[in-house]
């Protein structure tokens, strides 16, 4: 996944949005998220926050199960033409449903979290040092282009776990960390550093850690 003007096809806006933030930390968010239809009152929305000058880059992320012809028409001209330091990203579950003219504009890419988790075979919210040394082991010939994918899954499900201490030098680092496959960088090497920095800040070692500070 990368972070730009673009149409994502997802089975899951939350963490989406999740994975989108972490990979724009210096970044401002402008989230949209519309349970069934995307109506032409949020069109208005995104043009109006569109126009407010900014030196930060804003990427405005549009979510919905369905844009209608019309609604997809009118975004077609902020979209032609973007303010500058705009982004604009827009969520939904179908491919079939965005119109040629969007397409056109906007570079499509697929993310389905559901299959990803399940194909990932790593139970990430009870990680250990021998799970995580397996599962390298076990992706010891994975490409960089499908240790991106793996990564993503992997991030995804730390924050979903909530059971990990996540702070922003983290989050950049794991930023960081799909961003260098892109250059060449050692796909086992990069999946590593990351299973070893998800098990230094898994909270039950900090609850450990305190529990034997307190009996010196």
């Not at 019309?70 to 032609?80: A, C, D």
């Not at 922003?168 to 999946?191: M, W």
């Not at 450990?208 to 500070?213: E, R």
Request: no cysteine; glycine share 2%; aromatic share 6%.
């Amino acid at each position: 996944m990368i972070l730009g003007s673009q149409v994502i096809i997802t089975d899951d806006f939350e963490h989406t949005i999740e994975q989108l933030e972490i990979l724009g930390t210096n970044h401002r968010f402008i989230n949209i998220v519309k349970e069934d239809n995307f109506l032409v009152e949020d069109v208005k929305y995104v043009i109006e926050k569109a126009s407010i000058a900014s030196e930060e880059v804003m990427v405005i992320i549009m979510a919905s199960k369905k844009f209608s012809d019309i609604v997809q028409n009118k975004l077609l001209k902020i979209l032609e033409e973007p303010p500058p330091n705009k982004e604009f990203i827009i969520l939904t579950s179908q491919k079939a449903m965005i119109l040629d003219t969007i397409r056109s504009r906007l570079p499509i890419s697929i993310v389905q979290y559901h299959k990803i988790e399940q194909i990932l075979d790593l139970d990430i919210k009870n990680l250990t040092l021998q799970s995580a040394y397996e599962f390298i082991q076990k992706n010891q010939r994975t490409t960089n282009q499908d240790m991106k994918t793996i990564l993503e899954a992997i991030i995804t499900s730390a924050v979903k776990s909530n059971n990990y201490r996540l702070d922003f030098k983290t989050l950049e680092l794991f930023s960081d960390a799909v961003s260098v496959l892109s250059i060449g960088s050692s796909p086992q090497f990069v999946l590593s550093t990351v299973l070893l920095k998800l098990l230094a800040n898994k909270k039950s070692n900090y609850l450990s850690k305190g529990a034997y500070n307190a009996t010196l």
